[in-house]
């Protein structure tokens, strides 16, 4: 475990006499739905970063609000730790149980309970999933923007602020969510707010929730803000010189008020290992791939303008795809990126990371970057949402070379540290978990650590929601 997860968990330490009380109620209360096999509960552990797995004791798959309720006050009664658990896309140990304890997963939840097209949004629990959601919402023309690129559940897109390709037009899950009903952790259920688009009335607990990785309360209802499907869609991928040229026509693009839905960069060795994985031809160059909502006319419009600020910074040509299932299949290859990645090189693990800085640093920031991998003699591909200023990087990793780690990681504090310089962050959308603890201090300053522990403390003073992540309790 590493040491500032250690740090987190504070004076609190296993009790293995609690966890078997708890699981004797939760099993006479729901029976075969609680699981204990040991492959279970590794699936319910953290498995994609450099964090082990820390397995729950339990996993508890409950079917309502009030079969969430009913499980944390067991576990209250208990004092036994409780994990909320999504689709389990985890980036930074968000889901690990180093205390041990019950893994609640929210997969049975997962019900769309309104829609009110008149007011774009819709009511849901939190185990729908984004694919499954927008295939309900499409006969009603409309749909939820945020992809991340994962078919994760909504409830955990919630609970980690997550954002993705679309964020630069339609915003972030924070942008996106209205409402949330939310078990706190004694078992009283909160609502956070109504569903009216904006209130003055008291703090703003939603946006207190979102984002706060299942350690202020585990969330069982949401009501998201939706959009209409755009009249018209055109997607396109242009070549670029260089980084540098690609992050200026982004900046120029935004800017200059072009309304570009998505526009993603991927670097060389990416768009090779895209190439490889998708059955693409693209060249292996710095390239941008875009995307325009709107109506005909203005679809064009935006295409055109863009096109001329490209020209101007020697990139193109463009390779446009207007047809849906063309569009499809560019996007899913950008989304396979992670996977495309892990092909460079057979056998090695691959370590997702990102950061994220003002627009203005990007170009900066990725060169600076591409200058580290090839210092330190590492395989690193880069792709980010470079309209908001957000890259990541899959490391590819030999884990039997102990310099190679030592290097990897040196390049990930690296990293952290240069993005800091530019007034960043340490995490763009990934989160915080177990694996960016250590960096918030030189992110927030102790000022803000104190407050985010006084609210922890406040909302769950024996420490029982997700123990060990975000904020250290001394």
């Given at each position: ?51 082990p797995n820390q397995p729950p004791d339990a996993v508890v798959f409950p079917q309502t609000t009030q079969d969430v309720q009913q499980i944390v006050r067991i576990c209250a009664d208990n004092r036994v730790p409780v994990i909320a658990f999504g689709t389990g896309t985890s980036l930074e140990g968000h889901i690990n149980a180093p205390l041990g304890g019950v893994s609640i997963d929210v997969r049975d939840m997962n019900k769309m309970l309104a829609v009110h097209a008149e ?356």
């Amino acid at each position: 475990m590493m040491g500032s997860a250690q740090a987190a968990v504070d004076q609190h330490s296993r009790n293995p006499a609690a966890i078997t009380a708890a699981i004797a109620a939760l099993t006479a209360a729901f029976g075969n739905r609680v699981v204990t096999s040991q492959s279970v509960r590794e699936q319910h552990g953290n498995t994609l970063t450099w964090v082990p797995n820390q397995p729950p004791d339990a996993v508890v798959f409950p079917q309502t609000t009030q079969d969430v309720q009913q499980i944390v006050r067991i576990c209250a009664d208990n004092r036994v730790p409780v994990i909320a658990f999504g689709t389990g896309t985890s980036l930074e140990g968000h889901i690990n149980a180093p205390l041990g304890g019950v893994s609640i997963d929210v997969r049975d939840m997962n019900k769309m309970l309104a829609v009110h097209a008149e007011d774009l949004d819709c009511v849901i629990e939190p185990g729908i999933t984004r694919k499954s959601l927008n295939e309900q919402l499409r006969d009603q023309g409309l749909f939820f923007p945020i992809d991340p690129g994962a078919d994760a559940s909504l409830g955990g897109m919630a609970a980690t602020r997550c954002s993705g390709t679309n964020a630069v037009r339609y915003g972030t899950m924070k942008d996106n969510v209205l409402a949330m009903k939310v078990v706190m952790a004694d078992g009283e259920l909160m609502t956070t707010s109504r569903r009216a688009k904006k209130s003055a009335a008291g703090y703003d607990l939603t946006r207190l929730i979102v984002g706060s990785e299942g350690t202020l309360g585990i969330i069982t209802e949401l009501t998201l803000k939706l959009s209409g499907i755009p009249e018209a869609i055109a997607s396109g991928v242009c070549p670029f010189p260089s980084v540098d040229a690609a992050c200026k026509a982004t900046i120029l693009t935004i800017q200059s008020g072009i309304p570009v839905a998505r526009i993603e960069l991927l670097d060389a060795l990416q768009i090779k290992a895209c190439n490889a994985y998708s059955k693409l031809t693209l060249p292996e160059v710095p390239t941008l791939f875009v995307e325009f909502h709107g109506s005909d006319a203005g679809v064009a419009e935006q295409s055109q303008r863009f096109g001329e600020i490209v020209a101007e910074l020697g990139g193109g040509p463009f390779d446009w795809a207007t047809k849906p299932e063309d569009r499809s299949r560019l996007w899913q290859a950008r989304h396979d990126g992670y996977w495309a990645g892990r092909h460079l090189r057979p056998g090695a693990s691959a370590f997702a990371t990102d950061v994220c800085v003002p627009i203005s640093r990007l170009a900066e920031c990725v060169n600076a970057t591409q200058r580290e991998i090839a210092e330190l003699k590492l395989v690193a591909p880069i792709l980010g949402h470079v309209g908001d200023g957000n890259f990541h990087l899959t490391l590819l990793v030999d884990m039997d070379d102990a310099d190679e780690v030592k290097r990897a990681k040196l390049l990930m504090e690296r990293l952290v540290e240069l993005a800091l310089s530019m007034d960043g962050t340490c995490t763009g959308e990934h989160g915080v978990g177990q694996g960016k603890m250590k960096y918030l201090l030189a992110e927030h300053g102790a000022p803000a650590l104190a407050a985010m522990a006084a609210i922890k403390r406040a909302l769950d003073p024996q420490n029982i929601l997700n123990p060990g992540k975000i904020v250290a309790l001394s």
